[in-house]
C-alpha cells in the first residue's frame, strides 16, 4: 500500500490505560490518522503505516495490511471518521453514503466490518446538527469506542473460553491468526489462550500455518513468540496427524460470521478441520465476539465468500510455484456447519447447541 505514511519500527507499544493493555497494537488512531501494524511484512520487519485518507484505509484492508474480521471492523470505524473530516449536516450525510460504500466493499465476509460502518452511520443520523468540529470529534469517539469495546469482549470471552479448557497442561490446536493482530490488539480464539495462561494453566498452541496466505505461519507463530506461549507450526495437511496421534485438548478459531443458526465462516481450511475434530472426538470451539454474529444471515449459504487473486496461489513470498498461467480456485473462506460447532464463546458466554435459540438469547439479551 503506497500511501500510507511510512513510520519506523516504534514504539510505545501497549496503551497506557490498563483495561486497555494490548499484547500488540495492531490498530489505533494516532495524531490524526489510523496507524496500522503492516501484516504483510510480518515476522520479517515491524512497520508501521499511518492512514490519513479514507481511501487508503479502504485499500490497506484489501491489500491485507491489516486483517482479521475485528480489526478491519475497527480500521473501517476510523476510516469514517477521517471520511467525514470537514463536513456536517446534509453534506456529511451524502459523503458517509460513498465513504460507507468503500469502505464495505472492501473485504465481504467479515460482518464486523459493516457492522462497525453501520454503528458509524447511527452516530452520525444522532448528531447531524453538530458543526463539523463537533461531528469530527463525535465521530473519533465512537472509533475509539469501538477499539476500546473490541478489547473488553476479547477480554470477557478469553475468560469464558478459558474456563473451558480442561486439561493442564492443554495442547490448543489453532488455524489462521485471530489473535492479537486480528483484533484491537488481544485476540479471540488467541485471547482464549491468553486468558487460560493469566488464569494459571499451562498451554502450548499448534498452528495450522494456513495456506495459501500464511497467517498462521507467519502471523500466529510470530505473536505467540513474542508473548512467549510456546507455537508449534504445522503445515496444513499436517492437522490430521496431529489429531489421530491424540494429545490435542480442543480445536479454537476464530470466525469471520456466525450465521443465525451457528454455521460459521471462517479462514478457509477450517472446515476440514472441523471434519477431522469430528472424527477424533476433540472439541471444536469458536471464539466469536458479538460484533461477529449476523443474526440477519439465516444459514451459511447466505454468508458472501471471497475470493481473492490468484498470485496468493501461484506465489509463496512473490516466487512463482506454479506453472504461469494455469487455472487457480482461491477462496478466502469456507462455512462449518453448526453441527460440528461443539460451542461458541462470546464476551456474554458461551452458546451450546440449538444455535437458533442460543446465540439469539446471548446476542439480543
Ligand atoms: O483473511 P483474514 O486473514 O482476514 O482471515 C482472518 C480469519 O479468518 C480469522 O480467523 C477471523 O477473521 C477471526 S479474527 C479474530
Known amino acids: 500500500m503506497g500511501r500510507g505514511v511510512y513510520c519506523k519500527r516504534s514504539g510505545p507499544a501497549p496503551q497506557a490505560r490498563n483495561n486497555f493493555a494490548v499484547a500488540i497494537n495492531t490498530v489505533q488512531w494516532r495524531s490524526g490518522g489510523v496507524r496500522m501494524l503492516d501484516q504483510r511484512l510480518l515476522p520479517g520487519r515491524e512497520v508501521y503505516r499511518v492512514y490519513r485518507d479514507y481511501r487508503a484505509v479502504a485499500g490497506a484492508i484489501r491489500a491485507m495490511v491489516i486483517r482479521g474480521a475485528p480489526a478491519i471492523g475497527v480500521a473501517a470505524a476510523m476510516g469514517v471518521v477521517l471520511g467525514l473530516k470537514g463536513a456536517a449536516g446534509e453534506r ?11 469502505l464495505k466493499a472492501a473485504r465481504p465476509t467479515a460482518v464486523n466490518l459493516a457492522w462497525a460502518v453501520e454503528r458509524m452511520g447511527r452516530v452520525l443520523e444522532q448528531h447531524l446538527s453538530l458543526n463539523a468540529p463537533a461531528l469530527f470529534a463525535r465521530l473519533r469517539d465512537e472509533a475509539i469506542a469501538i477499539y476500546e469495546e473490541d478489547i473488553a469482549a476479547n477480554r470477557a470471552l478469553g475468560a ?17 491468526n485471530a489473535g492479537a493482530l486480528a483484533t484491537a490488539g488481544y485476540g479471540t480464539a488467541l485471547g482464549i489462550v491468553r486468558a487460560a495462561r493469566e488464569a494459571g494453566k499451562q498451554v502450548s498452541v499448534i498452528a495450522d500455518e494456513t495456506r495459501p496466505f500464511l497467517q498462521g505461519a507467519r502471523l500466529t507463530a510470530w505473536e505467540l513468540k513474542k508473548d512467549r506461549i510456546p507455537v ?7 492437522a490430521g496427524t496431529v489429531l489421530a496421534r491424540g494429545g490435542v485438548s480442543c480445536v479454537i478459531v476464530g470466525t469471520d460470521r456466525v450465521a443465525a443458526n451457528g454455521d460459521v465462516a471462517n479462514k478457509i481450511g ?5 471434519v477431522m475434530a469430528h472424527r477424533h472426538g476433540v472439541p471444536l470451539y469458536v471464539a466469536a465476539p458479538l460484533s461477529s454474529i449476523d443474526l440477519h444471515c439465516p444459514t451459511g449459504a447466505q454468508i458472501p465468500i471471497e475470493e481473492r487473486a490468484a498470485s496468493e496461489v501461484t506465489q ?14 482461491n477462496p478466502a473462506f469456507d462455512v ?27 446476542k439480543v439479551g
Open 92 to 102: 456529511a450525510r451524502a459523503r458517509f453514503a460513498i465513504v460507507a460504500q468503500t
Open 160 to 176: 469464558f473460553g478459558a474456563a473451558l479448557i480442561e486439561d493442564n497442561p492443554a495442547q490448543i490446536l489453532t488455524h489462521c
Open 232 to 238: 508449534t507450526v504445522i503445515a496444513d495437511n499436517m
Open 270 to 274: 477450517t472446515y476440514p478441520l472441523a
Open 316 to 329: 509463496i513470498a512473490g516466487k512463482r510455484i506454479t506453472p504461469a498461467g494455469v487455472r487457480v480456485f
Open 336 to 362: 462449518t456447519p453448526a453441527e460440528l460447532v461443539t460451542a461458541i464463546v462470546t464476551e456474554r458466554g458461551v452458546a451450546r447447541p440449538p444455535y437458533q435459540q442460543s446465540l439469539a438469547a446471548l
